[in-house]
C-alpha cells in the first residue's frame, strides 16, 4: 500500500469503528517511535515509517466483549477466556477491515522463542501517547536505595483501570511525516504523587490503590474487580456462580 495522508486514517477509522464498541480504544504508532527508545535486542523488525497500531482495553470490555463472548462461545480449554476474548475480537477486526492488508498482531501475552515479550506493551502505550509510562528513572532523588522499582501506565482517563493488549504491525503501510507523535499526557506531573504511585504499584499492586493515582472517568465494575482478583484457576468457579 502506498504512503500517504489516507493511510493512518484509513487504518484506524475502520479498526476503531470494530473495536471501539467493544470496550478497546486504538492509537497509531510509527515503528521507529518505538524502536527509538529501546536496545537493539528488542526491536521489530520493520522500516521506521512502517504503520502500528496499540489496542488497549478500557474498563467496559468486560461488559461489552467479555461477557459476551463466554455467553455465546462457553469457555474453551486451555483455558485462557480473556485472551481468547481478545484474540477473538481483535483478529476478528483485523479480518474484516483489513482482508488485503499483512498485519503482524502481537499480544501481550505472547513470548518469542528467546522468551522476550512478543512486544514492550508499557512502550508502545507511551510513545504511541496512549498512556504515560512512569519509570524508575522519572523520579528525580530517588527514595530507594539502589533498589528496582517496575514502572506502570496511567491513562488520563482511566487511570490504572485498563490494559494493553495488543500491538498490530501494519507490514506494507507507510506513513511519513503526517503522523506526529503526540506525548502522553502526564497526568502524575509531581515527584511526590510519581513515588506514590510507583509504591503503590510495585509494595500493594493487589490493593489496586495505584489505578486511582488519578480520578478515573470509569473504573472497573464490581463484577468485573472481582473476576480479575480470583486467581485464574478459580475463575471458571466464580463464572459459574454466576450462572
Ligand atoms: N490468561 C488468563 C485468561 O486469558 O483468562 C488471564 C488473563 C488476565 O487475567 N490478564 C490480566 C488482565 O487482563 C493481565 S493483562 N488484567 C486486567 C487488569 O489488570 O487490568
Known sequence: MAAS??????????????????????????????????????????PDDTLAVVVLSTPAMFEQAFLPFLE?????????????????CVSTAVSQSFSELKVDVRYDYELLPSRKPKFLAQTAAHVSGAAFYY?????????????????????????????????LVFEDVTVGSE?????????????????????AFNFRWQ???????????QTYSERQKEYFSTA???R?????TWG
Open 135 to 167: 519509570q524508575q528513572s522519572d523520579v528525580t532523588d530517588q527514595p530507594w536505595a539502589g533498589k528496582k522499582m517496575f514502572g506502570v501506565c496511567i491513562h488520563p482517563s482511566f487511570g490504572g483501570w485498563f490494559a494493553i493488549r495488543a500491538l
Open 72 to 88: 455465546q462461545r462457553g469457555i474453551q480449554k486451555p483455558c485462557d477466556p480473556v485472551d481468547q476474548c481478545v484474540r477473538d
Open 179 to 199: 503522523l506526529v507523535q503526540p506525548a502522553p499526557p502526564d497526568c502524575v506531573p509531581s515527584r511526590e504523587d510519581r513515588i506514590k504511585l510507583l509504591e
Open 236 to 240: 471458571l468457579a466464580l463464572l459459574r
Open 232 to 234: 485464574p484457576a478459580l
Open 5 to 46: 495522508p489516507a493511510s493512518v486514517e484509513s487504518v484506524i477509522r475502520p479498526l476503531g469503528s470494530c473495536l471501539t464498541k467493544l470496550g478497546f480504544e486504538v492509537y497509531p504508532l510509527k515503528v521507529g517511535w518505538y524502536n527509538s527508545v529501546l536496545p537493539p535486542s528488542l526491536h521489530l523488525p520493520y
Open 207 to 217: 490493593d489496586w490503590s495505584y489505578r486511582d493515582i488519578v480520578p478515573p472517568a
